[in-house]
T-cell receptor, first 115, second 116 residues
């Protein structure tokens, strides 16, 4: 079945450590997105990418980095510069047809905590 | 600027009754799409229903329908015959394809609790 796979499901980060969250999709979608969700809150956009080798900052990009070397993959690195990384991270993808009617498809998320 | 507003932080509904979750939006683009997602406590986001700005009829998907009032810029989700499994967070989202960003804008969500 086609879908988006995020790993790991749970991740713990030590102080001063960089950690990378994986996101892989086999839907042949052009665009991919990373969101952060704090408890009881909505989704905030971290980074998004419309095509391979190109990505743009979202609303809360500081302390995060991404790469898009392959269409299927959009890993997110939470750097040590992100002082409050504890949150639920969701990866999403969508077709880019130029229309309005393409919903985003989401992975199951990664819960990141500080040790 | 694009904006989605969900004014109900939490809602209760009795099982088997209908419930309406409110969503208002702000955009200057004539072409846009509106989406509703369900997020159970497990965390995954489930796409429920879509409404395009040029659609003449309100969207329906099973027990979900969208009450689209374009002049009022509202896109309320109606869930009929509520079930216990409908208890979840619900998010309204909007996309403007010609804004150049291809971003989706999300509201803050409404937590729905279905009572037995």
């Amino acid at each position: 079945d086609g879908g988006i796979t995020q790993s790991p499901k749970y991740l713990f980060r030590k102080e001063g450590q960089n950690v990378t969250l994986s996101c892989e999709q086999n839907l042949n979608h052009d665009a991919m997105y990373w969101y952060r969700q704090d408890p009881g809150q909505g989704l905030r956009l971290i980074y998004y990418s419309q095509i391979v080798n190109d990505f743009q900052k979202g609303d809360i990009a500081e302390g995060y980095s991404v790469s898009r070397e392959k269409k299927e993959s959009f890993p997110l690195t939470v750097t040590s510069a992100q002082k409050n990384p504890t949150a639920f991270y969701l990866c999403a993808s969508s077709l880019e047809t130029g229309g309005t009617n393409q919903p985003q498809h989401f992975g199951d998320g990664t819960r990141l905590s500080i040790l | 600027a694009q904006k989605i507003t969900q004014t109900q932080p939490g809602m209760f509904v009795q099982e088997k009754e209908a419930v309406t979750l409110d969503c208002t939006y702000d955009t200057s683009d004539p072409s846009y799409g509106l989406f509703w997602y369900k997020q159970p406590s497990s965390g995954e986001m489930i796409f429920l229903i879509y409404q395009g700005s040029y659609d003449q009829q309100n969207a329906t998907e099973g027990r979900y329908s969208l009450n689209f009032q374009k002049a009022r810029k509202s896109a309320n989700l109606v869930i009929s015959a509520s079930q216990l499994g409908d208890s979840a967070m619900y998010f309204c989202a909007m996309r403007e394809p010609f804004s150049g960003t291809y971003k989706y804008i999300f509201g803050t969500g409404t937590r729905l609790k279905v009572l037995a």
